[in-house]
Each structure stands twice: as C-alpha cells, then as structure tokens.
C-alpha cells in the first residue's frame, strides 16, 4: 500500500518562501506520476505542480516562475519549493500518486491519482 506523508507545511508573511516535502513509501515501482494539490476553505482542490518519473514537469499558470516541484529518488521524496508566497496560495496542500504509470495528463487533475496524503497547512500573512 502507498503512503504519503506530508511535511514543511507553517505560516509566513508574504514574500516568504516555504518548501513541503512528501515522502512516499510503499511501492518499488519506477514509473510514476506525482503532484501537489492544494485546496482553499470555500475553494475546490487545485492541481498546483505535477512530475512524472522521467521528470517532466507541470504547473498552474498561478505558480509558476515562483514554485519548483523536484524529487529525490534516493529518499523516495517529492518537494514543492515555494518562492514569493502571496495570500492566495493559503491552502491546504497535499501529496498525490500514481504508481507503474506516467500521468494519463498532464497531471494537474484529481481523476490522474490514487493515492493521497493527509495535507499540510500553508499560510501566508500580508
């Protein structure tokens, strides 16, 4: 079974950076697609950045130049680093997975993973 935790998560003021980190166990697989969501109080979940196992990247319009998804396969851990935090990107985010295949998208929709983490609070304070 493939689990995720989340981790990195606070509150900063605007302009901060902050840097979650996702660390995945439970599968041997090579091939994978996995990202980070976010989801806002009153706001549906948002696809923010996704990677797949042959390092092909995707990010929302909102994010990018400011967030950078990387990974390292040595720990088994995935990292959204966070730059240039604004109000908006308050959410809570998570980790998400799909393991033995590449993302069926560009792996910024919910439908793309199956398995999931608990979240992380981000907050930013202007």
């Known amino acids: 079974q493939v689990q995720l935790v989340e981790s990195g998560g606070g509150s900063v003021q605007a302009g901060g950076s902050l840097r979650l980190s996702c660390a995945a166990s439970?599968?041997?697989?090579?091939?994978?697609?996995m990202g980070w969501f976010r989801q806002a109080p009153g706001k549906e979940r948002e696809g923010v950045a996704a990677?797949?196992?042959?390092?092909?990247?995707s990010y929302i319009d909102s994010v990018k130049g400011r967030f950078t998804i990387s990974q390292d396969n040595a720990k088994n851990t995935l990292y959204l680093q966070m730059n240039s935090l604004k109000p908006e990107d308050t959410a809570m985010y998570y980790c998400?997975?799909?393991?033995?295949?590449?993302?069926?998208?560009?792996?910024?929709?919910?439908?793309?993973?199956?398995?999931w983490g608990q979240g992380t609070q981000v907050t930013v304070s202007s």
């Open positions: 990677m797949e196992s042959d390092g092909t990247t």
């Open positions: 439970g599968y041997t697989y090579s091939t994978y697609c």
């Open positions: 998400a997975a799909t393991v033995g295949s590449y993302c069926s998208g560009a792996g910024l929709k919910e439908y793309e993973y199956n398995y």
